[in-house]
């Protein structure tokens, strides 16, 4: 068999596989699609897929799952039956030997990387797109990813300090962005890397957005955590299918502009993760001038080590259970200044 000819098979086998995920097949009635016999079938796909079909379609059904829980409102349930689990404690077991987190830390994570280790390159791709030629590195998953994760880890650092903390005017501002924003105190950067988040997410769903932000009681780190995950849910969705369907250059109109104005959708999630990533450095300082010990500088390198799923060589360190559990005193309002409604993001 020639290496164009192999190529060939192993598509046409791995397609079987990949197309039998709504079903109950078993590895026989997937040999009878191929016209083979089950030894035949198995020993074949092993050959050219460099996997069973069994453990194929196991590990593309945890990924659908994976992807379920990161991009749907399904119950743990319901994608537990999904993946063909007779339990949800089966698959809560499955689900955590592959991801090393529960389905429902996993949910909570908001990671937007679903796939597991394969030599092969075959994986569960969102509707719309390809199955077969992923590739095992997303940039969109590491920019998207590791802005989130380490937005999270200032929001819990954040939580250890007092209402004065977070209020106290920083000895060094750095004022370094085209429009104006406060900046002045920890509570204030933290506020406006959220806000910039709901804002486009506004943008580019088409929702309404008061852009004087939410009322002070919204503004504490347990309340900032909880908008952070509401508007990851639903910018990861919007953004994880125009990476799907590869329409980065595609323009929509942000109404939100007076005037209205129109952009990429590729230039504005550069545009967020640019400008959040000069805010997360700048809180990162704030925080360590206030004397909290923190670790690393938010590298996506250091976002890999700590709670990438495809990577194999560290344990996957947990969140707790009870993050910001004990939400502290609603905070102070933040000065309106002068920012123009479009610009604050």
């Known amino acids: 068999m020639n290496k ?35 030894t035949q079938f198995h020993r074949l796909f092993r050959i050219v897929v460099e996997e069973t079909p069994a453990a194929m379609r196991r590990r593309l059904l945890l990924e659908r799952a994976a992807f379920q829980l ?44 679903f796939h597991l280790p394969a030599s092969n390159k075959i994986h569960f791709f969102a509707p719309g797109s390809s199955t077969k030629g992923g590739k095992d590195m997303d940039l969109f998953d590491r ?31 750095v004022e370094l962005l085209p429009w104006r924003e406060s900046n002045k105190t920890l509570r204030q950067l933290l506020e406006n890397i959220i806000f910039t988040k709901e804002v486009w997410t506004a943008a580019l769903s088409g929702a309404d957005m008061d852009m004087n932000g939410p009322p002070k009681s919204q503004r504490s780190p347990q309340a900032l955590l909880q908008r952070l995950e509401k508007t990851d849910a639903e910018l990861h969705r919007i953004l994880g299918d125009i990476r799907n369907r590869t329409a980065w250059d595609d323009t929509f109109v942000d109404a939100l502009c007076e005037p209205a104005e129109t952009f990429t959708y ?49 344990a996957l360190k947990m969140p707790s259970e009870n993050t910001l559990a004990d939400s502290k005193v609603p905070a102070k309002p933040q000065p309106s200044g002068s920012i123009p409604a479009a610009r604050l993001r």
């Not at 404690?89 to 990671?111: G, H, K, L, V, W």
């Not at 640019?274 to 450095?281: E, P």
């Open 143 to 173: 920019f998207a990813g590791n802005d989130s994760w380490h937005t999270r880890r200032l929001l819990e650092y954040a939580g250890t300090l007092t209402e004065e903390q977070l209020d106290r005017p920083l000895p060094t501002v």
């Open 4 to 38: 164009a000819d192999g190529q060939d098979t192993a598509d046409r086998l791995s397609a079987i596989v990949a197309n039998s995920l709504d079903t109950q097949a078993k590895t026989q009635d997937l040999a009878r699609q191929a016209y083979q016999s089950r």
């Open 70 to 113: 990161g991009h749907t409102g399904m119950s743990v349930t319901d994608i537990a039956l999904d993946a063909n689990y007779g339990s949800l404690e089966a698959f809560t077991r499955a689900f955590r030997r592959a991801f090393r987190a529960s389905p429902s830390i996993y949910r909570r994570m908001r990671d937007p990387h």
């Open 266 to 314: 590729g230039g504005i999630f550069a545009h967020i993760m640019t400008f959040n990533a000069h805010r997360r450095l700048m809180a990162l300082d704030a925080l360590r001038q206030l004397g909290v010990q923190t670790e690393g500088f938010g590298d996506p390198m250091e976002y890999e080590e700590t709670v990438a799923p495809w990577n194999q060589r560290v």
